[in-house]
Protein backbone atom coordinates (compact mmCIF):
# COMPACT_ATOMS: atom_id res chain seq x y z
CA UNK A 1 0.00 0.00 0.00
CA UNK A 2 2.33 2.45 -1.38
CA UNK A 3 -0.38 5.97 0.16
CA UNK A 4 1.35 9.05 -1.44
CA UNK A 5 4.85 8.70 -3.10
CA UNK A 6 7.61 11.64 -3.77
CA UNK A 7 10.36 11.51 -6.25
CA UNK A 8 13.16 13.04 -5.61
CA UNK A 9 14.00 12.91 -2.04
CA UNK A 10 16.21 15.33 -2.36
CA UNK A 11 17.89 17.76 -4.68
CA UNK A 12 20.34 20.25 -5.62
CA UNK A 13 19.40 23.28 -8.26
CA UNK A 14 21.53 25.83 -9.31
CA UNK A 15 19.75 29.39 -9.49
CA UNK A 16 17.76 29.51 -12.93
CA UNK A 17 17.63 25.67 -13.79
CA UNK A 18 14.16 23.78 -13.78
CA UNK A 19 12.85 20.34 -12.28
CA UNK A 20 9.47 18.90 -11.94
CA UNK A 21 8.99 17.17 -8.51
CA UNK A 22 7.04 14.41 -8.98
CA UNK A 23 3.97 13.09 -6.75
CA UNK A 24 1.58 9.89 -7.01
CA UNK A 25 -1.40 8.38 -5.27
CA UNK A 26 -2.61 5.16 -5.38
CA UNK A 27 -5.74 5.85 -2.89
CA UNK A 28 -7.99 7.47 -5.78
CA UNK A 29 -8.07 10.23 -4.01
CA UNK A 30 -9.72 13.31 -5.80
CA UNK A 31 -8.36 15.92 -3.78
CA UNK A 32 -4.54 16.86 -4.46
CA UNK A 33 -2.42 19.42 -2.70
CA UNK A 34 1.16 21.02 -2.61
CA UNK A 35 3.26 22.68 0.39
CA UNK A 36 6.09 23.86 1.43
CA UNK A 37 7.77 24.00 4.54
CA UNK A 38 10.56 26.38 5.77
CA UNK A 39 12.09 26.15 9.16
CA UNK A 40 9.67 27.35 11.91
CA UNK A 41 7.24 28.73 9.11
CA UNK A 42 4.72 25.81 9.06
CA UNK A 43 3.10 24.55 6.27
CA UNK A 44 2.22 26.99 3.04
CA UNK A 45 -0.61 25.95 0.46
CA UNK A 46 1.52 26.27 -3.24
CA UNK A 47 -1.20 24.43 -5.39
CA UNK A 48 -3.86 22.59 -5.44
CA UNK A 49 -6.77 20.41 -7.05
CA UNK A 50 -9.98 19.16 -6.38
CA UNK A 51 -9.97 16.74 -9.33
CA UNK A 52 -8.34 15.46 -12.59
CA UNK A 53 -8.05 18.85 -15.17
CA UNK A 54 -8.86 21.33 -12.17
CA UNK A 55 -6.17 23.02 -10.14
CA UNK A 56 -5.60 26.32 -7.91
CA UNK A 57 -3.43 28.91 -6.54
CA UNK A 58 -3.26 28.43 -2.71
CA UNK A 59 -1.04 30.70 -0.75
CA UNK A 60 2.34 31.11 -2.57
CA UNK A 61 1.90 30.09 -6.29
CA UNK A 62 4.82 32.37 -7.79
CA UNK A 63 7.24 30.33 -9.73
CA UNK A 64 5.76 27.16 -9.52
CA UNK A 65 3.37 25.56 -11.56
CA UNK A 66 0.67 22.58 -11.78
CA UNK A 67 -0.88 20.15 -13.62
CA UNK A 68 -3.43 17.40 -13.01
CA UNK A 69 -3.92 15.25 -16.08
CA UNK A 70 -4.70 12.28 -14.35
CA UNK A 71 -6.53 11.17 -10.82
CA UNK A 72 -3.04 9.91 -9.62
CA UNK A 73 -0.34 12.23 -10.39
CA UNK A 74 0.16 16.18 -9.53
CA UNK A 75 3.34 17.05 -10.43
CA UNK A 76 5.26 20.41 -9.61
CA UNK A 77 7.02 22.36 -11.62
CA UNK A 78 10.01 25.14 -11.15
CA UNK A 79 10.65 27.06 -14.50
CA UNK A 80 13.15 29.26 -12.94
CA UNK A 81 14.69 28.04 -9.57
CA UNK A 82 15.92 30.70 -7.20
CA UNK A 83 17.18 30.67 -3.33
CA UNK A 84 13.71 31.37 -1.72
CA UNK A 85 12.51 28.34 -3.28
CA UNK A 86 14.76 25.97 -1.03
CA UNK A 87 12.48 24.51 1.00
CA UNK A 88 10.99 20.92 1.94
CA UNK A 89 8.29 20.11 -0.25
CA UNK A 90 5.25 18.14 0.46
CA UNK A 91 2.48 16.51 -1.22
CA UNK A 92 -1.14 15.36 0.07
CA UNK A 93 -4.27 13.99 -0.87
CA UNK A 94 -7.49 12.85 0.50
CA UNK A 95 -10.54 11.21 -0.80
CA UNK A 96 -13.59 13.99 -0.09
CA UNK A 97 -13.67 17.43 0.96
CA UNK A 98 -14.06 17.18 4.82
CA UNK A 99 -11.12 14.84 5.60
CA UNK A 100 -7.40 14.53 6.75
CA UNK A 101 -5.00 14.88 4.55
CA UNK A 102 -2.49 11.92 3.74
CA UNK A 103 1.01 13.09 3.25
CA UNK A 104 4.43 12.00 1.03
CA UNK A 105 7.70 11.89 2.82
CA UNK A 106 8.52 15.09 1.13
CA UNK A 107 11.45 16.44 -1.36
CA UNK A 108 13.85 18.40 0.28
CA UNK A 109 14.99 21.01 -2.60
CA UNK A 110 18.02 23.00 -2.70
CA UNK A 111 18.89 26.22 -4.75
CA UNK A 112 22.45 27.46 -5.25
CA UNK B 1 -6.47 37.49 4.95
CA UNK B 2 -6.82 34.06 6.86
CA UNK B 3 -4.72 33.82 9.53
CA UNK B 4 -4.13 30.47 11.68
CA UNK B 5 -2.04 31.11 14.87
CA UNK B 6 -0.29 28.46 16.81
CA UNK B 7 1.04 28.94 20.14
CA UNK B 8 3.59 28.60 22.10
CA UNK B 9 6.20 28.30 19.05
CA UNK B 10 8.29 26.08 21.25
CA UNK B 11 7.75 24.00 24.57
CA UNK B 12 10.34 21.89 26.76
CA UNK B 13 8.64 20.28 29.46
CA UNK B 14 9.78 16.74 31.56
CA UNK B 15 8.22 13.32 30.86
CA UNK B 16 5.51 13.01 33.15
CA UNK B 17 4.39 16.64 32.26
CA UNK B 18 1.03 17.53 30.94
CA UNK B 19 0.88 20.48 28.08
CA UNK B 20 -1.71 22.45 26.31
CA UNK B 21 -0.92 23.87 22.90
CA UNK B 22 -2.89 26.43 21.43
CA UNK B 23 -4.05 27.06 18.25
CA UNK B 24 -6.41 30.39 16.79
CA UNK B 25 -8.13 31.10 13.63
CA UNK B 26 -9.40 34.05 11.36
CA UNK B 27 -10.18 32.21 8.65
CA UNK B 28 -13.61 32.85 6.02
CA UNK B 29 -15.82 29.75 5.41
CA UNK B 30 -14.18 28.03 8.10
CA UNK B 31 -15.29 23.86 7.66
CA UNK B 32 -13.09 22.01 9.92
CA UNK B 33 -9.99 22.27 12.14
CA UNK B 34 -7.13 19.48 12.23
CA UNK B 35 -4.19 18.17 14.51
CA UNK B 36 -1.14 16.94 12.88
CA UNK B 37 1.85 15.65 14.52
CA UNK B 38 5.27 15.42 12.76
CA UNK B 39 7.92 13.84 13.78
CA UNK B 40 10.96 13.37 11.26
CA UNK B 41 9.02 13.59 7.76
CA UNK B 42 5.44 13.82 6.77
CA UNK B 43 2.69 14.90 9.28
CA UNK B 44 0.47 12.46 10.76
CA UNK B 45 -3.38 12.70 11.36
CA UNK B 46 -4.41 13.48 15.29
CA UNK B 47 -8.01 14.94 15.37
CA UNK B 48 -10.76 16.97 13.38
CA UNK B 49 -12.71 19.46 15.08
CA UNK B 50 -16.24 20.42 13.19
CA UNK B 51 -18.30 21.34 16.35
CA UNK B 52 -17.94 23.39 19.37
CA UNK B 53 -17.39 21.84 22.93
CA UNK B 54 -16.87 18.22 21.66
CA UNK B 55 -13.77 17.01 23.09
CA UNK B 56 -11.81 14.25 21.05
CA UNK B 57 -9.83 11.65 22.59
CA UNK B 58 -6.89 9.33 21.89
CA UNK B 59 -4.49 7.70 24.53
CA UNK B 60 -2.80 10.55 26.34
CA UNK B 61 -4.06 13.21 23.99
CA UNK B 62 -7.24 15.45 23.40
CA UNK B 63 -8.68 17.96 21.56
CA UNK B 64 -11.38 20.49 21.93
CA UNK B 65 -12.47 23.19 19.42
CA UNK B 66 -14.36 26.45 20.25
CA UNK B 67 -16.17 28.17 17.39
CA UNK B 68 -16.77 31.28 19.11
CA UNK B 69 -13.91 32.59 20.26
CA UNK B 70 -12.49 30.93 17.52
CA UNK B 71 -9.19 28.46 18.91
CA UNK B 72 -8.56 25.00 19.67
CA UNK B 73 -6.66 23.27 22.21
CA UNK B 74 -4.26 19.85 21.90
CA UNK B 75 -3.84 18.55 25.44
CA UNK B 76 -1.34 15.72 26.14
CA UNK B 77 -1.15 14.05 29.71
CA UNK B 78 2.09 12.35 30.87
CA UNK B 79 3.75 13.50 28.14
CA UNK B 80 6.66 10.92 26.98
CA UNK B 81 9.88 11.27 25.03
CA UNK B 82 8.26 9.95 22.21
CA UNK B 83 5.52 12.85 21.74
CA UNK B 84 8.66 15.02 20.83
CA UNK B 85 7.56 16.73 17.89
CA UNK B 86 6.36 19.78 15.97
CA UNK B 87 2.36 19.50 16.44
CA UNK B 88 0.25 21.16 13.17
CA UNK B 89 -2.96 22.57 13.38
CA UNK B 90 -4.84 23.51 9.84
CA UNK B 91 -8.00 24.75 8.99
CA UNK B 92 -9.99 23.15 6.05
CA UNK B 93 -12.47 25.82 4.59
CA UNK B 94 -15.56 25.39 2.73
CA UNK B 95 -14.39 26.83 -0.91
CA UNK B 96 -12.48 24.50 -2.65
CA UNK B 97 -11.34 22.33 0.40
CA UNK B 98 -8.37 24.91 1.09
CA UNK B 99 -6.50 24.19 4.13
CA UNK B 100 -4.12 26.46 5.90
CA UNK B 101 -1.51 25.42 8.45
CA UNK B 102 -0.35 27.63 11.43
CA UNK B 103 3.57 27.54 12.19
CA UNK B 104 3.41 24.50 14.32
CA UNK B 105 4.64 24.51 18.32
CA UNK B 106 7.90 22.40 18.82
CA UNK B 107 7.85 20.41 21.06
CA UNK B 108 10.27 18.76 23.51
CA UNK B 109 10.06 15.94 26.21
CA UNK B 110 12.91 15.55 28.35
CA UNK B 111 13.35 12.20 30.21
Known amino acids: NAGVTQTPKFRILKIGQSMTLQCTQDMNHNYMYWYRQDPGMGLKLIYYSVGAGITDKGEVPNGYNVSRSTTEDFPLRLELAAPSQTSVYFC???????????FGNGTRLTVT | EDKVVQSPLSLVVHEGDTVTLNCSYE??????LLWYKQEKKAPTFLFML????IEKKSGRLSSILDKKELFSILNITATQTGDSAIYLC???????????FGAGTRLTVKP
Open chain 2, 90 to 100: AVLKWNNNDMR
Open chain 2, 50 to 53: TSSG
Open chain 1, 92 to 102: ASTPQGNSPLH
Open chain 2, 27 to 32: VTNFRS
